[in-house]
Antibody, heavy 118, light 112 residues
Framework: QLQLRESGPGLIKPSETLSLSCSVS??????????WAWVRQAPGKALEWIAS???????YYKPSLRSRVTISIDTSRNEFYLKVTSVTAADTALYFC??????????WGQGTLVTVTS | QSALTQPPSASGSPGQSLTISCTGS?????????VSWYQQHPGKAPKLIIY???KRPSGVPDRFSGSKSGNTASLTVSGLQAEDEADYYC????????????FGGGTKVTVL
């Protein structure tokens, strides 16, 4: 049974860099059939896809976030990561890590809440 | 890359059918079959209910069905049940100078 578990700082100050991790168990992150992605949801708002990555390191980004976001992967640790620079209150959200196949999020973590506050 | 357009709310009585639309453009829904629908209950992670326009993952009741015409995808829930009350989101593969995924703004479904 695939499990994804997000971890993050909880609280972060404006202008700082947000770092999130997703630990994958019950499956291999080096699977050739899947991409690994981050999706966020601001309080009371819609889902927003952020970025995805293949085990080779090939990555894709939402165009409007590309300048501030970096997704990376560590196949030896079975983990992938997200960095968001220069955060503002608009980055306050529940961040989900997901396993994708053909741009479809088949499996979701439970999410980690990140609040940007001074 | 604006979000896909969904009606903010929809409602129906138990046993009725309900259809939610999701409108995009020819760079997303209009070109690609990778259109998905997700159900999200309050405080829970989203759950995939339709993928590749009209396919259902194992365990999803056949009351849920999907379709697409031009730049608009649709989700139909037949025989509405109380547990279908949730938020529903569409998504689509999209391409501009690179590939990405677009979500819709979400539709709150109320079972009257």
């Amino acid at each position: 049974q695939l499990q994804l578990r997000e971890s993050g700082p909880g609280l972060i100050k404006p202008s700082e860099t947000l770092s999130l991790s997703c630990s994958v168990s019950g499956g291999y992150i080096s699977s050739s059939a899947h991409h690994w992605a981050w999706v966020r949801q601001a309080p009371g708002k819609a889902l927003e896809w952020i970025a995805s990555i293949y085990f080779t390191g090939t990555s894709y980004y939402k165009p409007s976030l590309r300048s501030r976001v970096t997704i990376s992967i560590d196949t030896s640790r079975n983990e992938f990561y997200l960095k968001v620079t220069s955060v503002t209150a608009a980055d306050t959200a529940l961040y989900f890590c997901v396993r994708e196949e053909k741009s479809t999020a088949f499996s979701w973590g439970q999410g980690t809440l990140v609040t940007v506050t001074s | 890359q604006s979000a896909l357009t969904q009606p903010p709310s929809a409602s129906g009585s138990p046993g009725q059918s309900l259809t939610i639309s999701c409108t995009g453009s020819n760079t997303d829904i209009g070109t690609w079959i990778y259109v998905s629908w997700y159900q999200q209950h309050p405080g829970k992670a989203p759950k995939l209910i339709i993928y590749e326009v009209n396919k259902r993952p194992s365990g999803v009741p056949d009351r849920f069905s999907g379709s697409k015409s031009g730049n608009t995808a649709s989700l139909t829930v037949s025989g509405l049940q109380a547990e279908d009350e949730a938020d529903y989101y569409c998504s689509s593969h999209a391409v501009s100078d690179s590939a990405y995924v677009l979500f819709g703004g979400g539709t709150k479904v109320t079972v009257l």
